[in-house]
């Protein structure tokens, strides 16, 4: 992956334009309060760059004419092996649940498409503004990431202090996003993190967010909703789930 990821930085900026989805993942009708909202982030923020692909599917190889043709075959085979695994990640949760193996990704719309954020961000020495990706919880069904191997930058929230998640070469870090917790009424929970700067060396990471399709429906699993424990989600397809998240983001 590392290999396909110089080459999508390396490549010019006419060609970046085309297969670099650009901003992030947001519903059309939120955009231009979300660029508003970005004006206020700390200077830090300047410091991440980010490729985005969105909707990719990696069964689409032929198809994928405006990735650079040279790393195209090595993101399907990353991406679909990687999509494999948040798969099976999601049976074996299933199982803990004593529900079908396949629930999540029957209900999510078993979508072959995902979205990708590619991560560079750039070393900065002044300590108090470090941070390069702001606090957030991925609002997704579940995260596969991938971090440089030897430089430290993620953090999750445990018993309200941030913790480095340290990195393991050879290994991803997986985030269970805001859908798995929907779903499972909150015993499944989606972890809030944050991406800081290194002071002297660069720090890459490569996100893989399975998503729902927009028809999907999120609601809970019947047996995890009762008296005690209603619903603590909105119950809605995703599309509408979706803006509603960022509605609630913004502020709107
Ligand atoms: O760079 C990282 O380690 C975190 C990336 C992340 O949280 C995201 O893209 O949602
Ligand atoms: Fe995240």
């Not at 990821?5 to 059309?28: C, K, N, S, V």
């Not at 979300?34 to 760059?49: A, N, Q, W, Y």
């Not at 700067?197 to 720090?203: F, H, I, P, Q, T």
Request: charged share 25%; hydrophobic share 35%; with cysteine.
């Amino acid at each position: 992956m590392w290999k396909a990821y110089d080459t999508l930085y390396q490549a010019p900026a006419e060609q970046r334009a085309i297969f670099d989805h650009g901003e992030p993942f947001l519903p059309p009708s939120l955009r231009e309060k979300f660029f508003e909202m970005l004006k206020s982030f700390p200077k830090g923020v300047d410091l991440k760059d980010t490729i985005r692909l969105h909707k990719f599917n990696p069964d689409d190889e032929d198809r994928m004419t405006h990735v650079p043709q040279e790393c195209r075959k090595l993101l399907c085979a990353y991406f679909k092996s990687v999509r494999d695994l948040g798969f099976q990640i999601l049976e074996t949760i299933s199982e803990s649940l004593g529900i079908e193996r396949d629930y999540f990704r029957n209900v999510t719309g078993n979508n072959p498409e995902l979205n990708v954020s590619i991560h560079r961000y750039s070393p900065y020495e002044d300590a108090e503004q470090r941070m390069g990706l702001p606090v957030h919880v991925d609002i997704d069904i579940l995260t596969i990431l991938l971090q440089t191997d030897d430089v430290e930058g993620l953090e999750v929230k445990k018993d309200d202090r941030w913790v480095v998640v340290k990195p393991v070469a050879g290994s991803f870090v997986i985030n269970l996003g805001e859908v798995i917790q929907a779903i499972t009424n909150g015993k499944y929970r989606s972890v809030l993190h944050r991406g800081m700067l290194n002071k002297d060396k660069v720090r890459s990471s490569v996100a893989c967010f399975l998503v729902p399709t927009p028809d999907s429906m999120i609601e809970p699993i019947p047996h995890l909703v009762t008296e005690e424990n209603p619903p603590h989600h909105l119950i809605a397809d995703w599309a509408t789930y979706y803006h509603h998240h960022f509605a609630k983001a913004l502020k709107l």
